[in-house]
């Protein structure tokens, strides 16, 4: 978390002191949020956040194409009964 009036920044997790930006660190302090403790705790819940989010849009794609195909099948199968009939 970063104090914009004091120029502090902690780690969001645990609230450990990570340095302040306005003493030199600025650079280093840009992008940190996680003290390295925490740090490998936020990446395992944004890789398990992103997984549940993939396998949700694989569901919905698989049950999408599943109707698609079974729309085809009956049109082709209409199809198929009127060239059939047409003979």
């Known amino acids: 978390m970063r104090d914009q009036e004091t120029g502090i920044v902690t780690c969001d997790f645990c609230g450990t002191y990570l340095g302040n930006y306005f ?3 600025y650079y280093k302090l840009i992008k ?11 990446d395992r819940q944004r890789k398990a956040f992103w997984a ?3 396998r949700k849009a694989d569901r919905r ?4 194409m599943k ?19 047409g003979r």
């Open 23 to 25: 003493t030199g660190d």
């Open 32 to 42: 940190m949020k996680f003290c390295p403790a925490c740090k490998a705790q936020a």
């Open 52 to 54: 549940r989010e993939k």
């Open 61 to 64: 794609e698989k049950a999408e």
């Open 67 to 85: 109707s698609r195909l079974e729309r085809l099948e009956a049109e082709n199968a209409a199809l198929r009964r009127q060239i059939i009939e």
